[in-house]
């Protein structure tokens, strides 16, 4: 059935207000509850006092749902039959509710008796449980504590600011002016804790880079050409002006200091540059500096150009490396000078691995060598020493070429013109006729020669040259000889120096542009980066590309191509420095700094053409 519930009020001028709602329902509850249809904010009316409900016929029933009465038409009663079309007047508390008919359709007329208006009525029952008669007014007491506010958040502390300024070191105890602080200082400037004028030189300015340069002017430098970042950061316009303007005018230059490193976050470390800080320029840098070399890079995870490792390709005059950065996909190689084949050393059958197996006792090999092997982890764990030939080759190829008693003479490795002069020595003090075991001898193990019954053919099937000491010198550095085997030699046509070896060169870096720690991988196999098994020539440039690393490393967030199975976040600032030097970025280098009793690796820089 229909009801239509009417609502009348008056405004404290007497004039009347009608408030119409259609109710589709077969009852209609009266009460003081906010969930009755009937709301009488009374306290004369229980929560839930009657309710008007349909009978047959088109009878309305009114029946008390609380137990007490209310009055119909004078009378009190609990329940009541009324016919709409005659009509009826229901009184509970100090309302009145009128039941009529129109169109044969019920309605309900609610009115308060007495009232002036609906907000008179609330404030008269809400102020019968408070305390307002007995407080100030509300202004007094907003202007009040408004005033209270200043006092103690704004005028106490710059008082307290005012009268301590140029105070070396404040006393102990509580200061006003920390309250402005939005939190503690990091692990890295708790010393200042008591000195805050040493970051904050002038009342109510902001930090300047000059006060960070106090103590960082060593290791704190411009990321590029200030002039570069600015037209990188924002093309030129009107608009970039007056920015420009309101900045210098309130020190918020864009590329400050504080930019980056951001204080009072908290009793830790600082926390890491988000990324949106650097691909704010380096996501389209491209389109507002179209001259730069650099390409786009907006997130490791989706959006990073391929890495361009510096290979080598060649030596200067002086033997410096000589090396240009190449992308992956142009299949880049390093001329390095060696012609070391990993496939073989690292092959799990074979004479490799069965000498391997012979010396597990002597050097703590496996049953076939592992790159551990051969290549040592520098102190911090960060990279590899250089692979030296006396320590790590040496307990498998052996030099050695004539015995004196119970010392071994050796060829001397890396020098070349020492290895001629001294086989040309030893053929003037012995003479023309005696031979000198060269062939194979690259492959030897040391002790061999001395483990042989005679002094000179010490090896099996080895070549053996008399006669001249050229034929000796000639065979150390051809094809078999002990020299030729694993270094790039070519003949100069020179007498006194026939043959020329290129300088082997062993980077300690490839990526000149970012930072890699291998101490950081240790749960990885080395070949699971490196694909060394399988490499059969030293000029493979045996490093992960994009795709290699992104098997792990997703962007900030979560970003990722491909679906990987245990996702590491790399933000920028995980392989890259703002502070662009030869030294790690700030994050990894942290970590190698905490490494107690460990040095700080700083690698060379190598020169660049």
Request: one cysteine or more.
């Amino acid at each position: 059935m229909t009801f239509i519930v009417r609502q009348l009020s008056r405004t404290a001028e007497g004039r009347e207000i009608v408030r119409t709602a259609r109710q589709e329902t077969d009852a209609i509850s009266i009460g003081r509850d906010a969930g009755n249809a009937i709301h009488l904010a009374d306290l004369a009316v229980e929560l839930h006092h009657a309710s008007v409900s349909t009978r047959d016929g088109g009878q309305l029933e009114v029946e008390s749902t609380c137990g007490l009465p209310f009055e119909i038409d004078g009378r009190s009663t609990l329940q009541a039959q009324i016919n709409p079309a005659t009509g009826a007047e229901l009184r509970f508390g100090g309302h009145r509710v009128g039941i009529s008919a129109e169109e044969g359709i019920a309605v309900l007329t609610v009115e308060r008796v007495g009232a002036l208006s609906d907000a008179s009525e609330s404030r008269e029952e809400i102020g019968l449980f408070t305390l307002k008669g007995l407080l100030p007014g509300r202004r007094p007491v907003a202007w009040g504590l408004i005033g209270a506010v200043l006092l103690i958040f704004l005028a106490w502390p710059i008082f307290t600011y005012a009268t301590s300024h140029g105070v070396e070191k404040r006393s102990a105890g509580f200061h006003a002016d920390r309250m402005w602080l939005s939190g503690p200082l990091s692990i890295a400037h708790k010393s200042l804790k008591a000195n805050c004028q040493a970051c904050h030189v002038n009342k109510f300015e902001a930090v300047r880079d000059s006060a960070c340069l106090t103590c960082h002017r060593d290791d704190a430098h411009a990321h590029a050409d200030p002039a570069r970042i600015a037209l990188a950061k924002e093309p030129p316009g009107i608009g970039a002006r007056i920015k420009g303007l309101f900045q210098t005018a309130f020190n918020h230059q864009a590329g400050r200091c504080v930019d980056c490193h951001t204080e009072h976050e908290g009793a830790g470390r600082m926390p890491a540059t988000a990324q949106a800080f650097c691909t704010d320029c380096h996501g389209s840098l491209k389109t507002r500096l179209t001259d730069t070399r650099l390409k786009n890079a907006g997130d490791f995870g989706t959006d990073h150009p391929q890495f361009m490792p510096a290979v080598t390709v060649g030596t200067d005059a002086h033997g410096g490396r000589l090396y240009r950065r190449v992308s992956f996909d142009a299949h880049p190689v390093d001329n390095n000078g060696l012609k070391f084949p990993h496939a073989i050393h690292l092959a799990r059958g074979g004479s490799i691995a069965r000498m391997a197996q012979t010396m597990k006792a002597e050097q703590g090999f496996g049953d076939s060598l592992a790159c551990k092997d051969c290549h040592a982890p520098t102190a911090d764990g960060t990279r590899f020493k250089p692979v030296e030939m006396e320590r790590d080759c040496g307990m498998c190829h052996s030099l050695a070429f004539d015995r004196i008693g119970g010392t071994f003479r050796t060829l001397r490795h890396g020098d070349p013109a020492q290895v001629v002069a001294d086989l040309r020595a030893y053929y003037r003090s012995t003479g023309p006729d005696r031979p000198i075991s060269l062939g194979g001898m690259a492959r030897r193990r040391p002790g061999d020669y001395a483990a042989s019954e005679t002094t000179l053919d010490y090896v099996a099937g080895a070549r053996a040259y008399g006669g001249q000491a050229e034929d000796a010198v000639k065979a150390v550095f051809s094809p078999g000889g002990a020299c030729f085997d694993c270094h790039v030699v070519t003949p100069t046509g020179n007498g006194a120096e026939p043959f020329e070896v290129r300088k082997v060169v062993q980077p300690d870096r490839y990526m000149k542009k970012g930072w890699f720690d291998h101490n950081a991988h240790r749960s990885e196999t080395c070949i699971s980066c490196h694909a060394a098994d399988t490499s059969k020539a030293a000029t493979d440039l045996l490093l992960p590309d994009l795709a290699s690393c992104r098997t792990c490393h997703v962007g900030e967030g979560g970003s990722r191509m491909k679906p990987v199975k245990a996702p590491v976040e790399s933000s920028c600032a995980m392989c890259h420095d703002y502070h662009i030097d030869a030294g790690a970025p700030w994050l990894a280098r942290q970590k190698v700094d905490r490494t107690k009793g460990q040095p700080r690796f700083v690698p060379a820089v190598a020169s660049v053409r």
